[in-house]
Structures are given as C-alpha cells and as structure tokens.
C-alpha cells in the first residue's frame, strides 16, 4: 500500500458512476437482529468445499481458516415462556456444521455475548465435531468484578459451558478503556490473574494467549511493554479503521505495523465496521459495484482485511447462511487487494466521513437496558436513514416529506415504541460497556428530539 494519505477524489470518475444510475441499497447488516432484505443484488454462485484460504499460526502451527466465525451475533428466537428470547439452537447447529464442512476452524466467543448464553450455545455445536477439527477462543470478560475469585470463577466457568479440557486461543476481554492502564492493572496484572494465566499456557490448558484491544493507544503500548510473550492479539481493522478511525478507537495502520514490527499474529474483529461497510451509502455502493459487479459489498471489505499477511483470521458474526455462503466465497480463495483497489477503498473511507454515522457496532454489550430501550436498533436505525439520505436538515429540504416519513415509520417498524429513546431516563450505566465510547444517553436524548420535531414538523 502507498505510504501518503489520498486526500483527492477522482470527480470524474465518481461523477461518471452516479450518472450510470448504478444505484444498489446494501440494507443487510450482521447483527443479532439483521435485516434479511437486501438489495445488494449479486449471484452466490457455488460454494467451494475445499478451497478455504489458511494462515500458519508461527506460535503453534496452527492451520487457521482465514475466515473466523465470530459467535456474538448467534440467531435468536423467542424464550418457550415468553419472556425475552434464547438462542435457536438449532439454527445455529446448522451454521457450524456448514462452516466446518466448507473449511472454517476458527470459532470465537465470550462469556458476555448473546447476553451471556453464547458459550453455551457454541460449546453445544462444537461437542458435536471432533476436537481437533476446530480452534475455539474466548475470553476473560472480567469487566466490572475483577477479583481474582470472581476472575478464576469465569475462568473455569468458560471450560464448562464450552465442554472443553482446553482452549485454542485465550484473551484479555476489550483491553485500552476505562481508566487506561490502571484498569488493565486491576483486571489483570495486581490480582495475579495475568501470572495465572501464563502459568495456564505453561499447562497446555492455554494454548496461545492473547487480548483484544478497544481504545487508549498508551494502553496498546503498554501491553506490547510487558514482559510477557504474545501469541496474538485482536484489533478493529477494516479500511475505514485503518487511517479514519474515529472516536477513541486507533488507526489500525498503527496497530498492525507495531504488531508487525514484534511478528505477533493479528486476529480481527470489526472487518465490516459492526455491519455499516455492507450498508454504504448508494453513492459509494455505486463506486464498488462498477469495479466488482457481481461481488457484495461486504467481501470488499473483508478482502482488505485478508491482504495483510500477518493477519492470522478475520471474524465475522454470520447470523445467517447467505452471510456465511458469501464470506466463505470470498476466502476460497482470497483475492488479495492490489494497490488500485487499496486506493478505491482509501477513497470510500475519505467519503464516509461526510456521512456523520453513529459508531454503533451493535456488539449489545449495552443491553440489557434497565428500562426496556433497545439501544442498538434505535442506533442502527438512525445509521441506516443517515445512509439512505432520509435524515432531513431542515422542512425546506426538497426531500423533507419523503425523508420524514422514511424515518417516522422505519423507527416504529424497527424498535417497538416502548423501547425507543423517549424512554431513555439518562442513568447513563450503559456508556461505560460500550467500546467505541459513544455518549449513549446523550445519543437517546438527540434522537428523541429528532423524532419529536420531526413528528411536530418543528425547524431543527
């Protein structure tokens, strides 16, 4: 990749794709709750059996399948007694028994995901292979009780519900929030846990140990600082991240090279940015679609994430099977990026800084909330209409009326009224779990106003 940062859009060539009337909606995003319908039209074609692309893990030798199933987005389907909803464990049966026949060996989870029942699941349809036909990986999510009690307690708890005499792959849960380095102090290193975790690896109940990084960047050096061997580490990575990344999150460009700098292997989280490199504005699906017309806009995404060589798998929250077809498509196998397509990826990326998205990645570390809102919908909506041009400046735009409504009746569609943001009372316990740091009640209270002058027909 060219060192300089492309700050200049061809116009021209821009101007040309808008006139070609290319226009495609990508609606689909990879959540617990995605939307089937998409627009992004293309043809699956077969899926290859046998052509999965793998890295060599230097630590262990692992054959790692460059496609990693991440296991936080898990279909879910309403609880038998009514209240809330489980994981339909079937469903998910079915997506690993594809994703193992078609290549994929690498498996990640955590004691938080799926509101805490995504080891379990995960670990029920797993048993059901043999062991050595895949690499499982979770975490210590010790987030808000990190006494070494509490700390070992999810530990072994881990094991259990994954059915496991040991793991794969073991990290430190979202290291580089909080307080910075004093947290990581507190979580991991003075109650002794980083000692014992080590000491773990030593058993071979560890094989590789690791940790996932949201935030501070002296939090990122100082672990790198640590007198402590590395096998990998997680990082956001994806090619709005690599040079644009926004809010506390750190350039990935920064990341992976001071990773490549010590040879440490890179697994990553976020390749499509928690689904909105899927759901690009038309304009910008216009740009991807004229290059790779019969390719999703996803695979874009997750072939920049595969072009690095020290990235040892790329995860993705396959909640259903068409996600899961494409992305095995894409790594059976890779294509990497040559240099013109790594600067039409630059050049999207510059462009999707002019869409003020929310960086809501719908990881749903927020929820539940205690008074009923579901946070990543009402977020994901606002995204979506930011997307599509339905979030009108003013009564005077030209779309107002049409803009208006998409929004009003997409937002009752999308988050039943008793969970919208009017019901947002400000207590704010939602922020400090979110890894991009969004303001959440401050989001709750703008959006409400939005809606509430939208429905008055008020000037914003």
Not at 3 to 19: A, M, Q, T, Y
Not at 137 to 153: D, I, V
Not at 207 to 219: C, K, M, P
Request: glycine fraction near 6%; proline fraction near 5%; include cysteine.
């Amino acid at each position: 990749m060219k060192k300089e940062n492309r700050n200049n859009i061809n116009r021209r060539s821009f101007l040309k794709v808008l006139g070609s009337g290319v226009f495609v909606s990508t609606a689909v995003f990879y959540g617990c709750k995605p939307e089937r319908k998409s627009a992004d039209h293309y043809n699956i074609g077969e899926v290859p059996l046998d052509k999965m692309t793998y890295r060599t893990n230097p630590s262990t030798g692992d054959k790692v399948s460059l496609l990693g199933y991440g296991c936080m987005r898990w279909p879910l389907m309403p609880a038998p007694d009514g209240n809330g909803e489980i994981i339909d464990q079937e469903a998910v049966n079915t997506l690993v028994d594809y994703a193992i026949e078609h290549g994929v060996n690498y498996f990640d989870t955590a004691p938080v995901y799926c509101q805490g029942m995504s080891e379990k699941a995960t670990g029920i349809a797993l048993k059901r292979h043999p062991r050595e036909k895949f690499f499982l990986a979770t975490k210590l999510s010790n987030f808000s009780n990190y006494t070494r009690e509490n700390s070992l307690a999810m530990y072994y708890q881990s094991f259990k519900e994954l059915q496991v005499d040991y793991l794969d792959y073991y990290l430190l849960h979202s290291v580089g929030g909080g307080s910075g380095i004093q947290l990581v102090n507190d979580r991991y290193i003075d109650n002794g846990m980083l000692d014992f975790l080590v000491k773990e690896r030593e058993a071979g109940r560890i094989r590789n140990l690791g940790w996932s990084f949201h935030g501070d960047v002296d939090v990122f050096d100082y672990m790198l600082s640590l007198d402590v061997k590395w096998d990998f580490v997680q990082i956001q990575m994806n090619y709005a991240d690599w040079r644009h990344a926004q809010g506390r999150n750190v350039n990935a460009e920064y990341l992976y090279k001071e990773l490549e700098k010590r040879n440490i292997s890179v697994v990553i989280m976020e390749p499509l940015l928690g689904g909105r490199l899927s759901r690009l504005n038309d304009h910008l699906v216009a740009l991807l679609k004229q290059r790779r017309p019969d390719k999703s806009v996803a695979s874009w995404a997750f072939r920049f994430a595969g072009s690095f060589p020290l990235v040892l798998t790329a995860l993705s929250g396959m909640t259903y099977m068409e996600h899961l077809q494409d992305n095995i498509i894409t790594y059976s196998p890779l294509e990497p990026c040559s240099e013109e397509e790594f600067e039409l990826l630059e050049e999207t990326a510059q462009m999707m800084l002019k869409y003020p998205t929310i960086p809501c990645n719908d990881c749903k570390y927020c929820m539940p909330c205690p008074y009923g809102l579901d946070i990543p919908a009402i977020l994901l909506h606002y995204n979506r209409c930011v997307n599509e041009g339905n979030i009108p400046k003013s009564s005077q735009d030209e779309n107002y009326r049409q803009a208006r409504r998409a929004f009003l009746i997409g937002y009752d569609r999308s988050v039943p009224k008793l969970r919208q943001a009017s019901h947002c009372v400000g207590c704010d316990q939602c922020t400090s779990h979110c890894p991009q740091s969004i303001q959440i009640a401050k989001e709750m209270a703008r959006i409400d106003k939005f809606v509430e002058d939208l429905k008055q027909g008020r000037e914003f």
